[in-house]
């Protein structure tokens, strides 16, 4: 199993409360992702990295924040929790592929179960 | 119209079936994946193909370019095999992001 931890796994919390929820990967690969899981939905994008410091916006980024200050770590931030980003996150990682020139597959970590009160 | 597009949705198969989950997309593609979340949420990857077919143990993950249609079989099914399976594919265009499917959900009876 490809290194990647989230944490917290669990979490609730009161809206207009700030969450950040960690990613973390031991395999130093540069793409790392952000996505939210929802009944009826498949996995959606909200940011992701490809590289230190290198972010941008996905699918359903609006109200979430990312950074990347160090390789193995990639932080999600809720800056304002609302009811409607009650879901379950999931963080991913790959790796470009120098002899094909495309991405490898992605390694999802556990998940983080998010309920926003 | 969702970009990707599984069928179906729900799939109840006995024991020993062979069973066929698929898998449709509108866009350009540069890579298609199927994944496996079992009930206790873990994600795991199990094909990544750009063409024709790929096989590991019992399951054969096809993908036909023209048509911008996959399958995903499962030969001898077990009640271990029960799990959502969900098709993602790789916009050609961008930095490699993944467009998933709604997933279709497999329960396996013994």
């Known amino acids: 199993d490809a290194g990647i931890t989230q944490s917290p796994r669990h979490k609730v919390t009161e809206t207009g409360t700030p969450v950040t929820l960690r990613c973390h990967q031991t395999?130093?690969?540069?793409?790392m992702y952000w996505y939210r899981q929802d009944p009826g939905h498949g996995l959606r994008l909200i940011h992701y990295?490809?590289?230190?410091?290198?972010?941008d916006k996905g699918e359903v980024s609006d109200g979430y924040s990312v950074s990347r200050s160090k390789t193995e770590d990639f932080l999600l931030t809720l800056e304002s929790a609302t009811s409607s980003q009650t879901s379950v996150y999931f963080c991913?990682?790959?790796?470009?592929?120098?002899?094909?020139?495309?991405?490898?597959?992605?390694?999802f970590g556990p998940g983080t179960r998010l309920l926003v009160l | 119209k969702n970009e990707v597009e599984q069928s179906p949705q729900n799939l109840t198969a006995q024991e020993g079936e062979f069973i066929t989950i698929n898998c449709s997309y509108s866009v350009g593609i540069s890579a298609l994946h199927w994944l496996q979340q079992h009930p206790g949420g873990g994600i795991v990857s199990l094909f990544m193909l750009s063409s024709g077919k790929k096989k590991h143990g019992r399951l054969i993950a096809t993908i036909n370019i023209q048509e911008k249609h996959s399958s995903l079989h499962i030969t001898a099914s077990h009640p271990r095999d029960s799990a959502v399976y969900i098709c993602a594919v790789r916009d050609g265009g961008s930095q490699g992001n993944l467009i998933f499917g709604k997933g279709t959900k497999l329960s396996v009876k013994p």
């Open positions: 990295s490809y590289g230190v410091k290198d972010t």
């Open positions: 395999e130093n690969h540069r793409y």
């Open positions: 991913a990682i790959s790796e470009h592929n120098a002899g094909t020139g495309g991405l490898e597959t992605q390694y």
